[in-house]
């Protein structure tokens, strides 16, 4: 990980990206000299992974005093479960009060992203899962998003902040767009080649005007060892997507293309679609998930104060005092 990955924006650390009331507290607070010493715990009320901790913490590093605080949480990428605890802060109010929404709103977001590439990871069996999935967010999130699905299992991503903070290598394919713009697929895949830097792989994405066979075939012929893979683009699946794979990894592997990878993406690329491709033994060596997890909805996260200076207390029908959780790893 790179040093500062998570560092918080001026508006998250004066409170303008919170609700407002959280920074009318903290004014009626300090107004009347009152910052009790609080615990407060977040948690999910349903199943999933959660991410957004390594950032939450980082912005905690920066607010809460040096001395008289604890942070308790679960390990980033861990599985949690609806109701229990994944955040416990135990310090002055007046430290972190303010963030309490922004805190929930990482996890929930974060937690929403990674649970939606784990459900694809559980049914890609061996097929590695790669994110690319910028076009859905926000880009003052983007690298968020792309990051906490690699917590959640892809193994890369499309975007250079995204990989820098997740500690891998950014992922992508030439798009069909290219092709377009050139007129055909071989003269765009041939300037593709002589532009980017010998150590990117050349991944490119076929079918955009002629057949996936004929472009794949061409640009293989083209560029020789040096096309690690074509994509094939399935937005709506069809009951002869997988034979139409199968016939291109034979067509290619008889003109002697046999190193040439086959890579999956497109609307298509569901759990329920990937359990599929997995069953069959559909020969690609990457699922490349793009809708289903940038749409993913956020998980929702709550907190609330379960002690004030050492006394138990919960608001109306809550219980009152600290929920335990053993997987809980004391972090400060």
């Avoid at 066979?213 to 699946?237: D, M, P, Q, W």
């Avoid at 004030?308 to 335990?324: C, E, F, K, M, W």
């Amino acid at each position: 990980m790179v040093e500062n990955q998570f560092e918080a924006r001026r508006a998250i650390l004066v409170g303008d990206v919170g609700d407002i009331r959280h920074q009318r507290n903290a004014a009626v607070l300090r107004n009347n000299s009152l910052n009790p010493n609080v615990a407060i715990e977040f948690y999910t009320t349903t199943n999933g992974v959660v991410a957004g901790l390594n950032e939450v913490k980082s912005l905690l590093d920066k607010v809460l005093p040096d001395t008289g605080c604890e942070l308790w949480a679960l390990d980033e990428g861990e599985d949690m479960i609806s109701n229990d605890v994944v955040l416990r802060i135990i310090g002055p109010y007046g430290g972190f009060g303010l963030y309490e929404p922004s805190i929930n709103g990482i996890l929930s977001s974060c937690s929403g992203w990674a649970t939606s590439a784990r459900d694809c990871v559980k049914n890609s069996g061996e097929i590695p899962i790669l994110s690319r999935i910028s076009k859905y967010v926000h880009p003052n999130v983007a690298e968020m998003a792309d990051y906490s699905a690699v917590v959640g299992g892809a193994v890369q991503c499309s975007t250079n902040l995204g990989a820098r903070i997740s500690n891998t290598t950014s992922f992508d394919t030439m798009s069909g767009s290219l092709s377009m713009l050139f007129g055909d697929a071989v003269s765009a895949a041939k300037a593709y080649d002589s532009t980017l830097q010998p150590d990117i792989q050349r991944i490119f994405s076929v079918g955009a005007i002629e057949s996936i066979n004929h472009e794949a075939l061409k640009i293989s012929e083209a560029l020789k060892e040096k096309t690690r893979g074509v994509e094939f683009v399935i937005n709506n699946h069809t009951p002869d997507d997988f034979d139409v794979i199968k016939e291109l990894k034979i067509r290619l592997d008889n003109a002697g293309y046999n190193y040439v990878e086959l890579y999956l993406s497109g609307n298509a690329m569901t759990p329920e679609f990937i359990s599929e491709i997995n069953a069959h033994k559909v020969p690609v060596q990457g699922i490349i998930v793009e809708k289903y997890i940038g749409t993913a909805n956020p998980l929702p996260f709550s907190s609330e104060i379960k002690q004030i200076d050492g006394s138990d207390v919960a608001r109306n029908g809550q219980i009152p005092g600290l929920i335990d959780n053993p997987k809980l790893n004391k972090l400060a």
